[in-house]
């Protein structure tokens, strides 16, 4: 495992970088002046890029997907014909357009169209059903909606909840057989007639119109809509695509992550459409065909999410693993203990590690290719001291808060000015809880990321945990990210989730991990297993409850679902089919959880 101490950037790590440096700062100064759109009359944003691109490269692949493959110019126009359709039905800038399709090439180009009308695209997560769905429709009021083939039935069971007309509800076919279902307009159809031309509103989006409602994980279970910007989207896609990633015609991106996720959708297609490269994508992820994917699309460049690219490691290894064009990737969450094995199987030389909340004002990339580090921010950030027993950052005797020294951690928060403002959510309520006011001096303005970092250095940081899953207990902060690490190296274990939970009459909360075994359960040695978790971590942190499950529920980010975890804690009753566990005081083993014992725990015989 990584240790925080080793990964500190040193002056001679940073003298290494210099020559790379050189090379790069052209290329960097130019992206910065792109990046950094404040002129009002300037256009920019989705449309107007694609527009670029589709002049810069029109007969490259712009869209990847199975045996499709579309050139910038034959998806430009396809865009445009829906673009012309949709505002022939009087769909036009501001108008809200939910979208509800799976990954697949008709997505993006629905996207493209209302981004170049001026609409607002609502991201709809393809997971959500029933009251999710609802809420996260009614949340920001579309005035349309276009529903894939896949979902029909989805979106049908709660239509009566929403209020979208039926000649504003557009189909799109999945596979050539289907049939357009009743109450809905068939999109392509309906468009294949119309102008191919650009629409003229493409040139009318500047950098404060919004592009993009993004769902993130509300901490009540209920989505919050963030609202994206055309002046972010224009930063996101240039910072990535130009400054980081330097991609080009020849460059080909593929990403299995959900495209109504920032990190699909804005950072992977954005740095794609920069670059005028292709943009590879797959309905889901799949570990056992991914590099057979990556080797028919010619990728170059990979989107990745952590947990996919342990997924991956996971795979047998192959005498083909090396037999790839893969040089570098974008994506985050990407942890220490897996970061050089990857590397080292796969050949890939740039992890371009980034640190960005799709609903926040800022964003770290790792440009210079340090390894476990999410790089560095040229926005106004600090790292605070933070008091884990109420969950609040700490203020001195004069009012304000404190920096936290190079190499400690502490709460990341990021000013909010002219440069880096806020966009915040589409609930007021939701902006007055994450802007704190008057940190270190009088009136000034930061954005709370409820995230903990650490500063390694040269204004490099290293993500460490959020602080929703960071537990005290003992008097001690445990992080449920090093307890995960630690316990994946073992090698019956295949996923660890890590979390806290309360005992009754005992103070702060105890650990907890749900596992997925390798093998099986009865693999699984549990004295042997408690043995190694006392080896490798501090004695607080050992986890007192194991539940085993067969598998890990996750949300379509593969976010592990903590908060149901957490709630039903080390209760048999309510683990289902789970065994659970217990580590008690004075033994030696993990021993089974029964009622009777559960009782035993709670009502205080156990000295904890």
Not at 17 to 35: D, H, N, Q, Y
Not at 318 to 344: C, E, H, I, Y
Request: with cysteine; aromatic share 10%; glycine share 8%.
């Amino acid at each position: 495992m990584s240790h925080p101490q080793n990964d500190m950037i040193t002056w001679r790590m940073m003298l290494r970088k210099v020559p790379s440096i050189v090379r790069a700062l052209p290329r960097v100064i130019r992206g910065m002046r792109a990046a950094n759109v404040t002129d009002p009359a300037q256009p920019c944003g989705l449309g107007w890029h694609f527009e670029q691109a589709t002049l810069r490269h029109p007969d490259g692949a712009a869209l990847l997907f199975g045996d499709r493959v579309l050139s910038y110019r034959e998806a430009n126009e396809r865009a445009n014909r829906i673009a012309h359709h949709l505002q022939a039905q009087g769909i036009g800038k501001g108008d809200v357009v939910a979208l509800f399709i799976e990954n697949r090439p008709e997505l993006l180009l629905s996207v493209l169209a209302v981004a170049k009308l001026g609409g607002i695209c609502a991201m709809l997560n393809v997971a959500q059903t029933q009251s999710a769905l609802v809420h996260s429709l009614n949340l920001v009021s579309p005035v349309a909606i276009v529903v894939g083939a896949e979902l029909v039935s989805a979106y049908d069971a709660v239509r009566d909840q929403v209020s979208i007309e039926a000649q504003r509800s557009w189909f799109v076919a999945d596979q050539p057989s289907d049939v357009v279902p009743a109450g809905y307009i068939d999109l392509m159809e309906a468009s294949a007639a119309c102008s191919t031309d650009n629409p003229a509103s493409t040139a009318q989006i500047f950098f404060n119109d919004p592009c993009f409602y993004i769902y993130t994980s509300g901490t009540t279970g209920l989505p919050k809509a963030g609202i994206m910007k055309h002046g972010r989207w224009t930063k996101t896609a240039v910072s990535f695509g130009r400054i980081a990633l330097d991609m080009g015609p020849d460059d080909v991106l593929y990403c299995t992550l959900p495209l109504y996720h920032a990190t699909g959708l804005c950072v992977c297609w954005g740095s794609a459409i920069v670059g005028a490269s292709g943009f590879a994508i797959r309905r889901k992820f799949s570990a056992s065909q991914f590099w057979d994917d990556a080797r028919r699309f010619n990728a170059t460049t990979l989107g990745y999410v952590g947990e996919l690219c342990r997924y991956l490691l996971d795979q047998p290894p192959s005498a083909s693993d090396r037999d790839n064009r893969v040089t570098k990737m974008v994506g985050n969450g990407l942890r220490p203990g897996v970061w050089a094995q990857f590397k080292a199987r796969y050949g890939v030389e740039h992890v371009c590690e980034l640190y960005a909340a799709s609903d926040g004002n800022i964003g770290f990339t790792n440009v210079l290719n340090f390894d476990n580090t999410i790089g560095f921010c040229l926005q106004h950030w600090a790292l605070v001291d933070y008091d884990h027993d109420n969950g609040e950052p700490v203020r001195g005797p004069d009012g304000f808060m404190r920096k936290v020294q190079t190499g400690g951690q502490g709460l990341l928060l990021a000013r909010i000015d002219a440069k880096a403002p806020f966009d915040g959510y589409t609930d007021p309520e939701k902006n007055r809880k994450v802007i704190l006011t008057d940190v270190f001096e009088k009136g000034d303005r930061y954005f709370d990321t409820g995230d903990l970092l650490r500063s390694i250095g040269f204004g490099h940081a290293q993500f460490v945990d959020r602080l929703g899953d960071t537990y005290r207990w003992k008097g001690e902060n445990v992080s449920t990210t090093e307890v995960e690490n630690v316990l994946l190296q073992h090698p019956q274990i295949a996923e660890v989730v890590a979390y806290g939970v309360e005992i009754d009459n005992t103070n702060g909360r105890a650990g907890m991990v749900a596992i997925t075994p390798s093998e099986s359960l009865a693999a699984l040695d549990m004295r042997e297993l408690l043995q190694f978790a006392h080896g490798q971590l501090p004695h607080y942190a050992v986890p007192l409850f194991l539940r085993v499950k067969v598998q890990m529920e996750t949300t379509g980010t593969f976010k592990y679902q903590k908060v149901k975890l957490k709630q039903e804690a080390f209760d048999p009753d309510k683990a289902g089919n789970d065994p659970v566990y217990a580590w008690l005081p004075g033994s030696d083993c993990y021993v089974p959880v029964t009622g009777q014992l559960l009782a035993q725990i709670q009502g205080g015989q156990f000295r904890y």
